[in-house]
Each structure stands twice: as C-alpha cells, then as structure tokens.
C-alpha cells in the first residue's frame, strides 16, 4: 500500500510537471502552427517521454491499491477501474508517443524546407494531427474520467474518507462527459479546459488519494476494512 501510495503520488506529480512543460499546440490553427511551434521547442520530444513515465509510474499506483481492496463491492470495482487505466494509459502513451516522435520529425525536416516543400511537411501534420486527435480525446476520458469515477467508488465502499470518494466520482463523470463531446463535436470547447485543467483536477485528486492510501497503510487498516 505504501508503494502504491508513493507511486500514485510521484506519478501524478510527473505528468503534472511534464504535461506543464508540453505547452499548448496550437493544433486548432493547423499543421503551420504546430511545425512551428514544435520547431522553436527542442524539449517537445523528451517533455512526451516524461509524460509516458509519468504515466507508467501513476497506473501502478492505482493497480496497488486494487490488490488493497477487501470489501467485496470496493474489490469487483476496482477490478474494472485497473482494466479502465490499464486500457486508458496505454491508448494514451502510444498517441503521446507518436505525437512527440512524428511532429518532432516533421517539424525539424520543416525548418530547413524550402517554401515549396513546407506545404507538404504542413499538410503532413495536419494529417497526423487529425489522426491524432482522436485517440487522444478518448484516452484522457478514459484514463481521467472513468478510471477515477470507478476508484471513488471503490474506495468509498472500502471505507476511505466519503469526500476522497465523492470528489472523485464527481470529477471522474465530468471528465468522461467533456471528453466524450470533445469527440462528438470537436472544439466545442476550448481544448485547455480538458487537457489542461483536467490534467490538473484529476491529478491533484490522486495525490490525495495516494496520501490516503500511505496513511492507511500506517493505521494497519487493511486487515480492519469492512467486509460488507
């Protein structure tokens, strides 16, 4: 429980500080924009892998705490929230993944290209983008919508403060009902609000949450959980 704890929190604080320092692609505004914004950025690459990690780091946290799970309804629950990140993170770690690789490739061929060959390198990220787009919206509705949804549940049930639970099954709805009609209707909404102050909420909610789970850990409480 501990390390699920330290990794819940130094996880999430990876992604806050790498998705920071990622920016804000002005995907809006085109392939253009991107290649240069992208161009004028030599952090772009290694800010995608500090978020992969970041990644990696927060979903084992959360697989601890589902093997800490007793009560009978918190345990089935936090079955589904593991296969809710499980699926979420790895949907986005290969999206982040190939946005970090192709429009750093794109963007460098782009700085040196002749006006000529630009519009191709431009029409080229504009592709990627749109392909992109979508995996992204997605995996952070999975990942920061259902997943905590599904683990304020379980650690209410579990027996966790009732405002740790609540906050996250409120926080995990509004994040998969924003991201699922960012999906259906693209900018209808500032994209910030979702990935940007999403990223924020959701994270900060499981710091909290690994502090719960480190101090419970303390406490002994894992042999006293409710059983019914």
């Not at 806050?16 to 924009?33: I, M, N, Q, S, W």
């Not at 978020?51 to 601890?64: E, K, N, P, T």
């Not at 390198?121 to 919508?145: I, Q, Y």
């Not at 699922?180 to 900018?187: A, D, K, Y």
Request: proline fraction near 4%; aromatic fraction near 10%.
């Amino acid at each position: 429980m501990r390390i699920g704890g330290v990794c819940l929190a130094v996880g999430s604080l990876l992604v806050l500080v790498f998705r920071t320092l990622h920016g804000d692609l002005p995907a809006d505004e085109g392939g253009a924009a991107s290649l240069s914004f992208v161009a004028s950025y030599p952090l772009y690459r290694p800010v995608h892998l500090g978020d992969v990690l970041g990644f990696l780091i927060f979903a084992s946290g959360l697989f601890a705490l589902s093997d800490s799970l007793t009560h009978h309804v918190a345990w089935a629950v936090g079955r589904l929230g593991a296969a809710s990140v499980l699926v979420g993170a790895a949907v986005h770690i290969t999206e982040f993944s190939v946005d970090g690789y192709a429009l750093t490739t794109l963007a460098r061929s782009w700085a040196v290209a002749s006006p000529s060959a630009r519009a191709t390198l431009e029409l080229s990220a504009d592709v990627a983008l749109a392909v992109l787009g979508g995996p992204a919206t997605v995996s952070l509705s999975v990942v920061w919508g259902s997943t905590l949804a599904l683990y304020g549940l379980a650690v209410t049930k579990e027996g966790y403060s009732r405002w740790l639970g609540w906050t996250g099954m409120a926080l995990g709805t509004v994040i998969f009902v924003l991201g699922t009609t960012q999906f259906l209707q693209p900018n209808i909404f500032p994209g910030v609000v979702l990935y940007g102050g999403g990223t924020w909420a959701a994270h900060l909610w499981v710091i909290f949450l690994g502090i719960a789970l480190w101090r419970r850990a303390g406490r002994g409480a894992v042999g006293n959980a409710p059983q019914s």
